[in-house]
């Protein structure tokens, strides 16, 4: 059964994106500092965060000034994924999106603090890219169009 994905673009105290993955009813979240790849050398660290209601999914707008995650957030890419191996330590799954396609993984990673930090890695596949660059969507004509409004609130 194919689920929703979303990873959103958020300008917050930090540049960041939001990886988000429909599971047990829920968003499960991950800020991602530097973004998701496409190139299977690249190990990004993503930040498990709490979880969204699903209808955050769909937000875009500007969270406003004194609210937690203040800034503008726009959808980067959404899609559908199919949740290939499901663990306390490990997620593997294959994305369907518009930029992001093909088998990821999220691995903990154990000698974390927190206990919060995962590496998000892509898997050699067909739809791999080695010389992979992110490019932001959050442009100076898409920031002008976005309007201020309070996301959805958290599942927790």
């Not at 993955?21 to 800020?31: C, D, F, N, Q, T």
């Not at 903990?108 to 927190?114: E, N, P, Q, V």
């Not at 898409?142 to 201020?148: C, V």
Request: aromatic fraction near 8%; proline fraction near 4%; charge should be positive.
């Amino acid at each position: 059964m194919s689920l929703r994905f979303v990873v959103q673009e958020h300008e917050a105290t930090r540049l960041h994106y939001d990886f988000r993955l429909e599971i047990e009813g829920v968003l499960r979240s991950w800020a991602i500092p530097k973004g998701p790849s496409l190139n299977p050398a690249d190990k990004r660290l993503a930040v498990a965060v709490e979880d969204h209601v699903l209808e955050h999914a769909d937000y875009e707008g500007i969270i406003p000034q004194g609210s937690y995650g203040s800034g503008p957030v726009v959808i980067w890419d959404e899609g559908t994924f199919d949740l290939l191996e499901k663990g306390d330590d490990k997620l593997s799954f294959q994305l369907k999106g518009k930029k992001l396609k093909g088998d990821f993984a999220l691995v903990r990673l154990k000698k974390s603090r927190s206990g919060n930090d995962w590496l998000l890695m892509k898997k050699k596949d067909a739809h791999a890219v080695a010389d992979w660059k992110l490019k932001t969507s959050l442009t100076k004509k898409k920031r002008s169009e976005l309007k201020e409004k309070v996301p959805p609130c958290s599942a927790s």
